[in-house]
């Protein structure tokens, strides 16, 4: 399935999923079965899972006023208040090329476990949304992630058990001031001001069961892999192309070093970082100039959509 929050001049702000022939307002469709938000329905998530796939089994073209046509909806993001985003760096050729640019090799304690940073769960940004670039930027970059949401209470989870705790994937867009962010990271913390201003998440919550088709299972690999082609696109020009499938640290293993001695929640997130090519700071201005007011950043995902703002 693919879940949605929107917003409908008449119906406000709903949860529901995406057909071909329109937007499903669940509340409407459910007779108020399901809640009128994604956070609360990650709360029992297997359940109103069931009653998404019962009602959607049940429908047939174009029936009830509950299908809204895409025309009168604005996507949201799909999860708009997560509980909390941490953002990994699981892409061996993104930090190899990264640390490349500024003269560095790469470190052997990257290979020994799969790190992370908090980001701002409150800065969340939804699709078609303007993104203003924070105070002082002049080096605005994108960067092509995706991100698992987390569907099931756990803590200390092992990989194999990994994926029993994802409710879904979307794309994630882990917006960076790079020349705030260079300049604070001379102190030798992680990333703050340099990405506290925005993340783009959507443009829906696709379920686990839909992505099967594209499940890898490959030996000596903790974990399954996902065939989805990752590509981003800046005024329709083709700059960043990779796979998930190509991460190096598999999903599993993010949520089982996410989970060691903490609770995981329904409605948290984890990124993958970002993938070989996936930002302009990776590629150098000789590829591309950074970001500028006007531009259109597309991030596409085989199975997840497209995920588009401008910036403002």
């Not at 009168?72 to 990994?88: A, K, W």
Request: hydrophobic share 40%; charged share 20%.
């Amino acid at each position: 399935m693919k879940l949605v929050t929107f917003e409908h001049k008449e119906r406000g702000i709903g949860v529901g999923w995406l057909r071909h022939d329109g937007v499903v307002d669940g509340g409407k469709a459910s007779q108020g079965e399901l809640p009128n938000n994604m956070l609360q329905l990650l709360q029992h998530f297997p359940q109103h899972l069931q009653t998404i796939q019962a009602i959607d089994r049940a429908l047939t073209e174009g029936e009830g006023d509950f299908l809204l046509p895409l025309t009168e909806v604005r996507l949201l993001p799909p999860l708009p208040n997560p509980r909390s985003i941490r953002d990994f760096y699981a892409f061996e050729e993104h930090v190899k090329a990264a640390r490349a640019r500024r003269g560095l090799a790469m470190q052997q304690e990257w290979y020994e476990q799969p790190v992370f940073y908090f980001s701002n769960h409150q800065a969340v940004i939804g699709p078609e949304n303007l993104i203003s670039p924070p105070t002082g930027c002049e080096k605005l970059d994108y960067e092509l992630e995706v991100a698992v949401v987390i569907g099931k209470e756990g803590q200390n989870i092992p990989w194999q058990e990994g994926e029993q705790y994802m409710a879904g994937l979307m794309i994630m867009n882990d917006w960076s001031a790079r020349d705030l962010q260079q300049q604070e990271m001379q102190v030798g913390l992680g990333p703050a001001k340099g990405k506290d201003f925005a993340t783009s998440l959507g443009p829906y919550l696709v379920t686990m069961d839909e992505l099967l088709p594209y499940q890898l299972a490959r030996s000596q690999r903790k974990g399954m892999d996902y065939a989805l082609t990752m590509e981003a696109r800046v005024n329709g020009h083709q700059l960043s192309k990779g796979n998930l499938s190509q991460i190096y640290f598999t999903l599993a293993q993010l949520i089982e070093q996410a989970s060691k001695n903490v609770i995981l929640y329904p409605g948290d997130v984890l990124g993958t970082g970002t993938v070989g090519t996936g930002c302009l700071l990776e590629l150098g201005e000789e590829v591309h100039r950074w970001l500028q007011p006007g531009d259109l950043v597309e991030l596409e995902v085989l199975g997840l959509g497209c995920l588009r703002n401008q910036i403002g």
